[in-house]
């Protein structure tokens, strides 16, 4: 048993069926991508607290090949879209199209009707098509014509996209942004990493030859068991007076939303589940307030795209948790 921990009881680790699930899917997707390893726990904690992942950095570095991973790892329907500035909604939503024998209207879905979505650039489509994604990720449904579609469980889109200074992108809005549970960068693999990346170049065969080890009501099980792990009141509290200090801090013009302290909770539940914890602690709310927070809060001082790339609320937002009291 654990010791106790911010005032509440010891608790059991995790039952060794949910810890093994974890480590499979862990291990497949590190089989092929190779590099940042931490990356694949904030995708799984995405995952697990039934969150959308941005993963932001230059191309080249593994971007789809993580998220393409993760999606072939569990056995569920998954779709890639390549997102094109001439892209339109329907080209992602689906349509209705008119049947001569019928007399009526049928929907047709588009490839936004899967259990795990790649969006694959999503800065290159224009604003209008951006927008399309906001209600299929905030309530997992998609409505067309005033029928409303439900998206089957569970949905998860991973999004790509490189800096918004590179050429053909567009800012994404700031409402586009907060419906993202994580915003994370890969960054460049190490020496080691990138001789075996060389040797076994991974996007080609080991991608391809990739084998489920979970089936989507296992990953519904996984989801259901991070919404039982215990948040105790006093953490509650901590993660509250960071969201405050957020919206009355000089250095920065928005705060955290409500939306995005929930958020912060939730994604602290994931990482004590991958953790083999049913219970959180202060440090899974510390090391998740940069991926959660900082594409949530924009800079007073600069409102350009480097403030956007977490340059600066990365900085702003270590300063406001040094001067937040921790639970013991």
Known sequence: MPASRAGHPAHARLPSAVLDALDKLRKNISSVYVGNASAIDRLLCCLLARGHCLIEDVPGVGKTVLATALAKSIDASFSRLQLTPDLLPSDILGVAIYQRD?????????????????????????????????????????????????????????????????????????????????????????????????????????????????????????????????????LIQYIIAIAGATRTHEDLLLGLSPRGALALAQAARASALLAGRDYVIPEDITSNLVPVCAHRVIPRATLSAASQNGAATASILARIMQGVKSPA
């Open 102 to 234: 019928t007399g009526q209207f049928e929907f047709k879905p588009g490839p936004i009707f899967a259990n795990i979505v790649l969006a694959d650039e999503i800065n290159r489509a224009t604003p209008r098509t951006q927008t399309a994604l906001l209600e299929a990720m905030n309530e997992a449904s998609v409505t067309v014509d005033a029928q409303t579609h439900r998206l089957p469980p569970p949905f998860m889109l991973v999004a790509t996209q490189n800096p918004s200074d590179f050429e053909g992108t567009y800012l994404l809005p700031e409402n586009q942004l907060d419906r993202f549970l994580m915003r994370i960068t890969l960054g460049y693999p190490a020496p080691a990493d990138e001789a075996r990346v060389l040797e076994t170049r991974p996007a080609l065969g080991p991608l391809h030859g990739l084998k489920p080890v979970m089936h989507a009501d296992e990953v519904i099980a996984l989801q259901e068991a991070t919404d039982r792990v215990r948040l105790d009141k006093s």
